[in-house]
């Protein structure tokens, strides 16, 4: 008994660390690492959605794909700026919307397919942003 009881408080405790390990590092992050940061909190959902898919966790599926979805929806396009970003802002804005119905798809069908061109298409813009942080080398 003596050792669950411990073990739930270590989980607790890695839980609080983590979550304050993620706080800190939000809180120390310039605005092109906070998008990353997004990227690989929406690819990590959808990974884990594709684990509940397979292993036939219905529930746990659906709550990894509405995390990704609200990673989307409300990191990845709040972020956007119309205004300065003109087209280019515009045709993400349609992407983010084309990937999030694909989510939606890969959750009430059970279709891997539509999750797999979900993780495609959000690494491929992830992979363009993360090369737009790095220093240009003269």
Same mark, same amino acid.
């Given at each position: 008994?003596?050792?669950?009881?411990?073990?739930?408080?270590?989980?607790?405790?890695?839980?609080?660390?983590?979550?304050? *390990?993620? %706080?800190?590092?939000?809180?120390?992050?310039?605005?092109?690492?906070? !998008?990353?940061? +997004?990227?690989?909190? @929406? #690819?990590?959902?959808?990974?884990a959605a594709r684990i509940h898919m397979q292993?036939?966790?219905?529930?746990?599926?659906?709550k990894s794909i509405s995390r990704a979805l609200?990673?989307?929806?409300?990191?990845?396009?709040?972020?956007?700026?119309?205004?300065? *970003?003109? %087209?280019?802002?515009?045709?993400?804005?349609?992407?983010?919307?084309? !990937?999030?119905? +694909?989510?939606?798809? @890969? #959750?009430?069908?059970?279709?891997?397919?539509?999750?797999?061109d979900a993780e495609r298409l959000l690494d491929?813009?992830?992979?363009?942003?993360?090369?737009?942080?790095?220093?240009?080398?003269?």
């Amino acid at each position: 008994m003596t050792y669950s009881r411990g073990a739930t408080a270590y989980g607790q405790g890695a839980s609080a660390y983590a979550r304050v *390990g993620v %706080e800190s590092g939000v809180m120390s992050a310039n605005p092109h690492q906070l !998008i990353v940061m +997004l990227f690989d909190g @929406a #690819n990590t959902a959808m990974r884990a959605a594709r684990i509940h898919m397979q292993a036939g966790n219905t529930v746990e599926k659906g709550k990894s794909i509405s995390r990704a979805l609200d990673i989307i929806n409300n990191g990845l396009v709040a972020a956007l700026d119309q205004e300065k *970003g003109g %087209e280019i802002a515009e045709r993400l804005g349609a992407l983010y919307d084309y !990937i999030a119905r +694909l989510l939606l798809t @890969a #959750n009430l069908r059970n279709d891997e397919a539509s999750l797999d061109d979900a993780e495609r298409l959000l690494d491929d813009i992830a992979s363009a942003w993360r090369d737009i942080g790095q220093p240009q080398s003269a």
